[in-house]
Nanobody
Framework: QLQLVESGGGLVQPGGSLRLSCAAS????????IGWFRQAPGKEREGVSC????????NYADSVKGRFTSSRDNAKNTVYLQMNSLKPEDTAVYYC????????????????WGQGTQVTVSS
């Protein structure tokens, strides 16, 4: 059974850092596009970053460029989202998603989703 499990969320002060993990089971992430998304209360879900299925490109939302870095560790079948210089507006539930289609990042459409992890940025 294909499953994604996020972890690493928590409470952090503005300017702090967190690293989210997205561990896959039941399939190999190597050739999947991986997206990170977030949803704040009362707001629509927002795409944060997307790693292409080939791993050759990583895209970021303008709101997180220069602060967030997404990476893949194929040996651990895990994807990470390193978040630095966190701001209160980064507060949201963060989700990872996976899809084997090469166009998944382009069309922002993913077939498998994790349960989410809460990130709260507050002093």
């Amino acid at each position: 059974q294909l499953q994604l499990v996020e972890s690493g969320g928590g409470l952090v002060q503005p300017g702090g850092s967190l690293r989210l993990s997205c561990a896959a089971s039941g399939f190999t992430l190597d050739y999947y596009a991986i997206g990170w998304f977030r949803q704040a209360p009362g707001k629509e879900r927002e795409g944060v970053s997307c790693i292409s299925s080939s791993g050759g490109s990583i895209n970021y939302a303008d709101s997180v460029k220069g602060r967030f870095t997404s990476s893949r560790d194929n040996a651990k079948n895990t994807v990470y989202l390193q978040m630095n210089s966190l701001k209160p507006e980064d507060t949201a539930v963060y989700y990872c998603a996976a899809d084997p289609r090469r166009i998944a990042c382009l069309i922002n459409d993913f077939g498998s989703w994790g349960q989410g992890t809460q990130v709260t940025v507050s002093s």
